[in-house]
């Protein structure tokens, strides 16, 4: 069974940085995509970032030149570094990863969610 286990978030002023990880665990041979994605209070969920297994990303618009997603296949393991953040980018953000290949199984899996805050 894979576990993916989110950390980093918490409250940080407008302008501050964050760097949230999230690390899968279990029986994994490989992991397609990689990717971030948030819910604001009040709001649907909605794409962040993603990288897939050879490196490329795609970012939403909001966040384009202020966010970068990078993973370590070795670890298992997706970062999104935050800066220049904004009271806007308040949400749950959670981490999501596709095509996970276990044994001869694939799946889709997400994490458990951490809450990022900008406020001053």
């Known amino acids: 069974q894979v576990q993916l286990v989110e950390s980093g978030g918490g409250l940080v002023q407008p302008g501050g940085s964050l760097r949230l990880s999230c690390t899968a665990s279990?029986?994994?041979?490989?992991?397609?995509?990689m990717g971030w994605y948030r819910q604001p209070p009040g709001k649907e969920r909605e794409l962040v970032a993603t990288?897939?297994?050879?490196?490329?990303?795609n970012y939403a618009d909001s966040v384009k030149g202020r966010f970068t997603i990078s993973r370590d296949n070795a670890k298992n393991t997706v970062y999104l570094q935050m800066n220049s953040l904004k009271p806007e980018d308040t949400a749950v953000y959670y981490c999501?990863?596709?095509?996970?290949?276990?044994?001869?199984?694939?799946?889709?899996?997400w994490g458990q969610g951490t809450q990022v805050t900008v406020s001053s």
């Open positions: 999501n990863m596709e095509r996970v290949l276990t044994g001869t199984r694939f799946g889709n899996y």
């Open positions: 279990g029986r994994i041979f490989s992991i397609n995509t």
């Open positions: 990288i897939a297994s050879i490196g490329n990303t």
